[in-house]
């Protein structure tokens, strides 16, 4: 809603609206990890339960499942088979080219950092970052916990 807002040129207060994009699409926020090298699972944007299907069969479960644009990972789940994946894809969103779920392989015992801005910003500029303020399991949000 941000960047429609911003496009119609109006005030939007807060985190700029391109700030907002560039962590919430996933294929900017995915070109940024690549350019600092942080690692990755595997991910694809899907907007047919049909496509998702095929990819997680083939990337075998379990996988995460989150829809674009959400906060604090709102209707993300982890999906250990094909049951779940119906479950899951219909509480997360409706399937479209504007509002594609994400599907990532999910890596079991896999720990997530989040850091503050600042120490953010001092790792995307090669600088030392100072602290990591949580270290949460994978698949959680700060919201979530």
Known sequence: MAMS??????RVLGTAPERIDN???RYKFS???N?????QPKWKNFDTLKEAEEWCEEMKYPVLIRPSYVLSGAAMNVA???KDLEAYVGNATTLSPDHP???S???EDAKGQEISEANFLALISSKKPETISRILPEGFQMGQI
């Open 80 to 82: 250990r088979n094909e």
């Open 35 to 39: 350019e600092i090298h942080v690692l």
């Open 105 to 107: 392989k999910f890596i």
């Open 23 to 25: 962590a919430e699409n």
């Open 101 to 103: 779920v994400v599907i």
């Open 31 to 33: 070109r940024l990890l």
């Open 5 to 10: 807002l911003h496009r119609q040129k109006a």
